[in-house]
Every structure is written in structure tokens, then in C-alpha cells.
């Protein structure tokens, strides 16, 4: 007991190992990816349909990020959310016997994102950061669901990729000999334009996804 006890004060009370010019900092964590999702209408060669729109749904997934201390307070990181999978849901298609909520569109999102990171606290034991950045992302494994196929008679499905501005703001908790504990949250704009064909003409449709990102782990320093 008194070994613990010793232990978990030394953490607390011990002297901070600060970040500091030629640090790399290394973080993974759990991440809850939630779409701040809005859409066009559903366009049928070019003419909107209206009432029609899609939905994103929410997922969860893991990020990797890496970053290098340029000065004792500025940082540049590298953001690597792995790949998570996404639905899309249709609505105000039930004129053609889609049901409003019905999946259409089943997609992987990989959107690795470059920041440019404020460090307030680097000499502390909490150090809280923000930083802006820019973001890419790719959309692959792009599938239509079989109502889409069987019901539109959906097919020649195509994901435009995306660019957009990033924000994230985020504390370290450090613990021992390097390591951190890490909350983290990121806003990324994220749009795409989706395109297939079906049997009364080419559709499309703009869908702005710019998700919330939560995100738990740990990280180190070295």
C-alpha cells in the first residue's frame, strides 16, 4: 500500500518531462466519428427531386497521429484516422418504394489530415493544444446496397474525393517515462459529390459529411 501510495504521487507530484524542439510526439487512440451531415437534393440527370435527400450515419473507428516540436511551443502533426466504414440513407424516395432510411451506399473514408499545432503548456504535466490543418480524403470500397440495386436498378457508383480545413483541440495527462494519457476532439470538413446511374437516368448528389471527432488513447513522447 505504502509502495502505491509513494508511486501515485511521484506521478503527480514528480517533476513534468517537457516537450520541447526536436520532441516527436506520438498518439493512438479510439475515435467516435459523428457527420454534422447535410445534403442536396437527389438530382435525376441534373433536375432535383424534391422532399429528396441522403443521411451519414455515425461510426467508430482508430487515429494515429505523429508530430514534431519545430520550436518549444509549435508543432507540426500528421493525422492518419484508419479506415472507417460509413452508410448513407436515402429519403423521399418513397414514390419509387424506397423507404425513407434505407441504406444505399456503403463507403470506406480514409482522411489523413496535416496540422500545424499550438502547444500552451509544453514544460507541464497538462498540456493542452490546438491546432489548424488541412485535410484529404479518399473514398474507396464503394458499394451499392441491394435495394439501391434492386429496387433503382442502381449501378456505376462514383465517390468524388474531398479537400478541407481541419481543427482540433486536445490535453495530454502525463503519466511515466514518456507516456500520456490523451483526449482529443476534431472538427473536419469533408464533402463529396455521389454519382450513379439508375433506371430512369444518372443521379447525383452533394453531400457535406464535416464530422465531430472524439478520440481517447495514449501517446508518447521521444
Request: net charge negative.
Amino acid at each position: 500500500m505504502k509502495k502505491s501510495l509513494t508511486l501515485a504521487m511521484a506521478l503527480i507530484c514528480g517533476p513534468s518531462l517537457a516537450v520541447e524542439k526536436g520532441d516527436w510526439i506520438f498518439h493512438a487512440r479510439a475515435i467516435n466519428i459523428n457527420p454534422n451531415d447535410d445534403s442536396s437534393l437527389i438530382r435525376v440527370d441534373g433536375a432535383g427531386v424534391p422532399g429528396t435527400g441522403v443521411s451519414v450515419d455515425d461510426n467508430f473507428s482508430l487515429d494515429l497521429s505523429l508530430a514534431y516540436m519545430v520550436s518549444d511551443h509549435w508543432a507540426v502533426e500528421l493525422l492518419a484516422d484508419l479506415s472507417s466504414k460509413h452508410t448513407v440513407s436515402a429519403n423521399g424516395l418513397t414514390d419509387l418504394g424506397v423507404p425513407n432510411g434505407t441504406d444505399v451506399v456503403d463507403t470506406n473514408v480514409l482522411p489523413p489530415t496535416l496540422f500545424i499545432q499550438y502547444q500552451f503548456r509544453p514544460a507541464e504535466k497538462v498540456r493542452p493544444y490546438f491546432g489548424l490543418g488541412i485535410n484529404h480524403t479518399l473514398f474507396f470500397n464503394d458499394e451499392l446496397s441491394l435495394a439501391a440495386k434492386d429496387v433503382l436498378g442502381a449501378s456505376g457508383l462514383k465517390l468524388d474525393s474531398s479537400f478541407g480545413m481541419g481543427a482540433q483541440f486536445g490535453i495530454d495527462f502525463e503519466l511515466n517515462n514518456g507516456w500520456f494519457f490523451n483526449v482529443d476532439a476534431k472538427y473536419i470538413q469533408i464533402d463529396t459529390e455521389a454519382k450513379f446511374d439508375t433506371a430512369i437516368g444518372r443521379a447525383s448528389v452533394d453531400v457535406d459529411i464535416n464530422p465531430t471527432v472524439i478520440g481517447v488513447g495514449f501517446g508518447r513522447t521521444f
